[in-house]
């Protein structure tokens, strides 16, 4: 009897489903599935594990070894040709980007879906959960909250007004000889009246079409080291001058500051193959890089 | 039988694509009501309204175990409907691991759909989200969300409940979570005390000389931080509690307020918020003993002796004691506290007394469902 019942309840479920699904999938996509409108491929500087070397405040090297890096990705909007703006929303384009999720060649893929087509010029998104969303609603914070509860809510301060932890980077100093402090650990929120979310904008080099027949990809460089040594106008951070160390307000508003920085688009793919985003989720970044020069234009 | 009868009625809410139908499976109905003699809400009603089987979702939720590590313990493991939702007597809390208590006394869940931020140190903006800090700290449900969410998808029971309250597929998630509970604790207004019938004129509510006279000190000595119908500014004060040697890292409100998420305990004493805390209201006080945000005085007496200064225990003078308690005698020395005769005391003690709102207590919407 119980199983009657909840096999009439699964039928009755998925009836209602359909019957109440609006088919708002209007992307020309032919197959079954979620088509990717565009890949944004994040290619880090450095991977987990690697050796680099920051300054201190009082001007010593340091040599450390990057042991996380991870932020997180919301309010991604890309602008056509037309100059129109198009939002898509957190609860699909929201993501973490997490090193320890790389690829060999350092790359995170973020898939982008629900981009009507046509001609685009820019694409932003902000690093971090702005006050507006954070404080907002709370169906528009699925995802997100999801996103950042992975791993034993390595993304949440749960005792903060806004819970997100916008990015981390940590690293362990290898510099046994040094009297100054030790490891690296910069966590970036919203905390203490210091909002940390910036907003990152990056003009493609050429127009980027979005078509269902094709899903091309914005290959993205991540210089992590320029959150510390930013091309100007940034302001160098010591990186001992926020965080585990005592620091101060400005040394955190200028390393929040250089995380729009730190992206910069090396080219497009633009006519690389359709993908559906059902598909890259069972293989989840077991992709091989497919960085045949014939698909570049710088 | 029953059981079919609620299975009925969400399929009818399935089938009809998820319209408010009638909550036939209940014998009550909560709807929120604005005590008359109460401030605006803070509760975002837009976002996530209040309805009946949100509240019943809610209310499963909170007396549930599955939300701790191990299933060890439910929200009112600390928070007994009999102490208007606080732990029965306990100073501080034992969580999910044996002989590891919290650092805070547990509140009582009460008004909340009125208060500006939650805990003791307002560390949220959100009755929402407020819930992750319990579910998930250490010394108390030391649980991951994720392991909850697991768990809760595991129960066919649940499935059904989320998707009929929050009208989607696949409905079981985080967010879907805390406004369940969000429903549950913002319904839960305790408005009913013979003081609110008191100020109201209504029946039962007529005080005693005492407990007038009480009101009248009450009102002169306590009422600038105890202030309006929440009996609370909803500020966060240094009150003149001295730190707690065996709660070391205890920095009261100059946690949230750093910038640095990292900064020591050092760091934190020569902030102006060191060791700040909410002033709490005082409705149901007498049940929710015992008091301080470290629950440091079992009885109110002790409370009022503290404030009084004269006998032990005394106020501490940090820098940032609340200037509302340093006064100035007619010989120019300064006194801290607030002065009260033991007359007044026994007066303001019966007033307090008229806070005890029983049909909150005993109201068996929030009780555990059978």
Same mark, same amino acid.
């Given at each position: 009897?119980?199983?009657?019942?909840?096999?009439?309840?699964?039928?009755?479920?998925?009836?209602?489903?359909?019957?109440?699904?609006?088919?708002?999938?209007?992307?020309?996509?032919?197959?079954?599935?979620?088509?990717?409108?565009?890949?944004?491929?994040?290619?880090?500087?450095?991977?987990?594990?690697?050796?680099?070397?920051?300054?201190?405040?009082?001007?010593?090297?340091?040599?450390?070894?990057?042991?996380?890096?991870?932020?997180?990705?919301?309010?991604?909007?890309?602008?056509?040709?037309?100059?129109?703006?198009?939002?898509?929303?957190?609860?699909?384009?929201?993501?973490?980007?997490?090193?320890?999720?790389?690829?060999?060649?350092?790359?995170?893929?973020?898939?982008?879906?629900?981009?009507?087509?046509?001609?685009?010029?820019?694409?932003?998104?902000?690093?971090?959960?702005?006050?507006?969303?954070?404080?907002?609603?709370?169906?528009?914070?699925?995802?997100?909250?999801?996103?950042?509860?992975?791993?034993?809510?390595?993304?949440?301060?749960?005792?903060?007004?806004?819970?997100?932890?916008?990015?981390?980077?940590?690293?362990?100093?290898?510099?046994?000889?040094?009297?100054?402090?030790?490891?690296?650990?910069?966590?970036?929120?919203?905390?203490?009246?210091?909002?940390?979310?910036?907003?990152?904008?990056?003009?493609?080099?050429?127009?980027?079409?979005?078509?269902?027949?094709?899903?091309?990809?914005?290959?993205?460089?991540?210089?992590?080291?320029?959150?510390?040594?930013?091309?100007?106008?940034?302001?160098?951070?010591?990186?001992?001058?926020?965080?585990?160390?005592?620091?101060?307000?400005?040394?955190?508003?200028?390393?929040?500051?250089?995380?729009?920085?730190?992206?910069?688009?090396?080219?497009?793919?633009?006519?690389?193959?359709?993908?559906?985003?059902?598909?890259?989720?069972?293989?989840?970044?077991?992709?091989?890089?497919?960085?045949?020069?014939?698909?570049?234009?710088? | 039988? *029953?059981?079919?009868?609620?299975?009925?009625?969400? $399929?009818?809410?399935?089938? !009809? /694509?998820?319209?408010?139908?009638?909550?036939?499976?209940?014998?009550?109905?909560?709807?929120?009501?604005?005590?008359?003699?109460?401030?605006?809400?803070?509760?975002?009603?837009?976002?996530?309204?209040?309805?009946?089987?949100?509240?019943?979702?809610?209310? *499963?939720?909170?007396?549930?175990?599955?939300?701790? $590590?191990?299933?060890?313990? !439910? /929200?009112?493991?600390?928070?007994?409907?009999?102490?208007a939702f606080t732990h029965h007597g306990h100073d501080l809390s034992e969580g999910v691991h044996a002989g590891v208590v919290g650092t805070r006394n547990s509140q009582p869940i009460q008004n909340l759909a009125f208060l500006e931020d939650f805990t003791w140190d307002g560390a949220k903006e959100m009755l929402f989200d407020q819930p992750l800090i319990p579910i998930t700290e250490e010394v108390e449900m030391d649980e991951t969300m994720e392991n909850v969410i697991a768990k809760l998808k595991e129960d066919s029971v649940y499935q059904e409940l989320f998707t009929a309250v929050f009208q989607s597929e696949d409905a079981i998630n985080s967010v879907n979570l805390l406004n369940a509970l969000s429903q549950f604790m913002g319904a839960m207004v305790s408005s009913n005390s013979k003081y609110d019938k008191y100020v109201r004129g209504e029946v039962g509510g007529s005080f005693t000389d005492l407990e007038k006279e009480g009101l009248a000190l009450f009102q002169q000595k306590c009422a600038n931080c105890h202030s309006g119908e929440l009996f609370t500014n909803q500020e966060f004060i240094n009150n003149g509690i001295g730190e707690n040697s065996s709660l070391p890292d205890e920095t009261g409100r100059a946690r949230i307020n750093s910038p640095n998420p990292f900064a020591t305990v050092e760091e934190l004493k020569t902030r102006d918020d060191y060791?700040?805390?909410?002033?709490?209201?005082?409705?149901?006080?007498?049940?929710?003993?015992?008091?301080?945000?470290?629950?440091?005085?079992?009885?109110?007496?002790?409370?009022?002796?503290?404030?009084?200064?004269?006998?032990?225990?005394?106020?501490?003078?940090?820098?940032?004691?609340?200037?509302?308690?340093?006064?100035?005698?007619?010989?120019?020395?300064?006194?801290?506290?607030?002065?009260?005769?033991?007359?007044?005391?026994?007066?303001?003690?019966?007033?307090?007394?008229?806070?005890?709102?029983?049909?909150?207590?005993?109201?068996?919407?929030?009780?555990?469902?059978?």
């Amino acid at each position: 009897m119980k199983n009657l019942r909840k096999w009439a309840f699964l039928a009755l479920t998925t009836t209602a489903l359909i019957s109440c699904n609006n088919d708002d999938d209007s992307m020309g996509n032919e197959n079954e599935g979620t088509h990717v409108s565009a890949v944004l491929k994040f290619e880090h500087s450095l991977g987990l594990g690697d050796e680099f070397t920051l300054t201190d405040s009082e001007d010593n090297q340091q040599n450390l070894e990057l042991t996380k890096f991870k932020f997180i990705v919301s309010d991604v909007k890309v602008t056509t040709t037309n100059d129109e703006v198009v939002a898509l929303s957190n609860n699909d384009a929201a993501e973490l980007i997490d090193l320890a999720n790389a690829d060999e060649t350092d790359v995170v893929r973020m898939y982008l879906t629900g981009i009507p087509e046509g001609s685009y010029k820019s694409i932003s998104f902000g690093v971090g959960v702005s006050q507006e969303v954070a404080s907002g609603s709370t169906e528009n914070q699925i995802k997100l909250m999801e996103l950042a509860e992975q791993d034993s809510e390595d993304m949440v301060w749960s005792w903060n007004p806004n819970s997100y932890i916008f990015s981390k980077i940590e690293a362990t100093n290898l510099d046994v000889t040094t009297t100054a402090p030790t490891n690296l650990q910069i966590h970036v929120g919203n905390k203490g009246g210091v909002d940390g979310f910036r907003t990152v904008e990056l003009i493609f080099p050429e127009t980027l079409t979005i078509a269902s027949k094709i899903s091309p990809s914005i290959h993205t460089n991540v210089s992590i080291e320029k959150l510390f040594t930013p091309d100007a106008p940034g302001i160098e951070v010591a990186y001992d001058a926020i965080g585990a160390h005592g620091g101060t307000d400005d040394a955190s508003i200028n390393f929040s500051d250089n995380y729009a920085n730190i992206f910069e688009i090396e080219h497009l793919h633009p006519n690389e193959a359709a993908i559906n985003l059902e598909d890259v989720e069972m293989d989840n970044h077991a992709h091989d890089d497919e960085d045949s020069e014939d698909s570049h234009s710088h | 039988m *029953k059981y079919n009868t609620i299975l009925f009625v969400f $399929l009818l809410v399935m089938v !009809s /694509c998820g319209q408010d139908e009638e909550e036939v499976y209940t014998d009550f109905e909560i709807s929120f009501e604005q005590p008359a003699n109460f401030p605006a809400t803070t509760y975002d009603f837009e976002d996530n309204p209040i309805t009946t089987d949100g509240f019943i979702l809610g209310r *499963k939720l909170f007396y549930d175990n599955r939300l701790s $590590l191990n299933n060890g313990i !439910s /929200c009112a493991e600390c928070h007994n409907q009999s102490h208007a939702f606080t732990h029965h007597g306990h100073d501080l809390s034992e969580g999910v691991h044996a002989g590891v208590v919290g650092t805070r006394n547990s509140q009582p869940i009460q008004n909340l759909a009125f208060l500006e931020d939650f805990t003791w140190d307002g560390a949220k903006e959100m009755l929402f989200d407020q819930p992750l800090i319990p579910i998930t700290e250490e010394v108390e449900m030391d649980e991951t969300m994720e392991n909850v969410i697991a768990k809760l998808k595991e129960d066919s029971v649940y499935q059904e409940l989320f998707t009929a309250v929050f009208q989607s597929e696949d409905a079981i998630n985080s967010v879907n979570l805390l406004n369940a509970l969000s429903q549950f604790m913002g319904a839960m207004v305790s408005s009913n005390s013979k003081y609110d019938k008191y100020v109201r004129g209504e029946v039962g509510g007529s005080f005693t000389d005492l407990e007038k006279e009480g009101l009248a000190l009450f009102q002169q000595k306590c009422a600038n931080c105890h202030s309006g119908e929440l009996f609370t500014n909803q500020e966060f004060i240094n009150n003149g509690i001295g730190e707690n040697s065996s709660l070391p890292d205890e920095t009261g409100r100059a946690r949230i307020n750093s910038p640095n998420p990292f900064a020591t305990v050092e760091e934190l004493k020569t902030r102006d918020d060191y060791y700040q805390f909410r002033v709490p209201s005082l409705r149901n006080v007498i049940k929710t003993y015992p008091y301080m945000h470290d629950g440091r005085f079992v009885m109110l007496s002790k409370v009022l002796d503290f404030y009084d200064d004269d006998t032990y225990p005394l106020i501490t003078k940090m820098d940032n004691l609340d200037s509302r308690l340093i006064q100035t005698n007619s010989n120019g020395e300064e006194i801290l506290g607030i002065p009260m005769t033991e007359g007044e005391k026994v007066a303001i003690l019966a007033f307090l007394e008229t806070l005890t709102d029983n049909e909150f207590i005993n109201d068996e919407r929030f009780a555990k469902p059978n």
